[in-house]
């Protein structure tokens, strides 16, 4: 199973991302990074965060299912995504990013994940 990485578009050079549908997803994904695994998904959705000295890594991990509606997804993916831009905060050690830059960067990774959301939908996930 091959990963598909994402846009890092949200700033100077965000960090690596990809989403995972599914554990074996995950898997193939952390043994792409050749590091250790974590438990994939104890609730609806997780952030797995890695570092390397090339910046980090997020790996979006969600629970699809029938139960789910539209909606519920795309707000599981904003909310993932604003952890994912605390991640990054993190590791540039920006503290106090402004509201705009904060906005446009969790805008822009929620976009990032809701395209390739779409994309696995449309390709039978």
Known sequence: M????????????GPYLTLCLSEDEFHAAVKH??????EWVTKSAAVHTYAS???????V???PGPD???IEIAGLLVHEAVHVWQEWCD????????????????????QELMAEYA???ENGL
């Open 2 to 13: 091959k990963t598909r990485w994402l846009d890092r578009r949200i700033g100077a050079q």
């Open 33 to 38: 990074l050749k590091c250790q695994p974590t």
């Open 53 to 59: 000295p090339r910046g980090i890594t997020c790996i």
């Open 61 to 63: 991990c969600l629970r």
């Open 68 to 70: 789910r509606s539209p």
């Open 91 to 110: 590791d540039i050690g920006e503290t106090h990013p402004g509201r705009e830059q904060e906005a446009y960067g969790v805008q822009a990774i929620a």
């Open 119 to 121: 994309r696995r939908v």
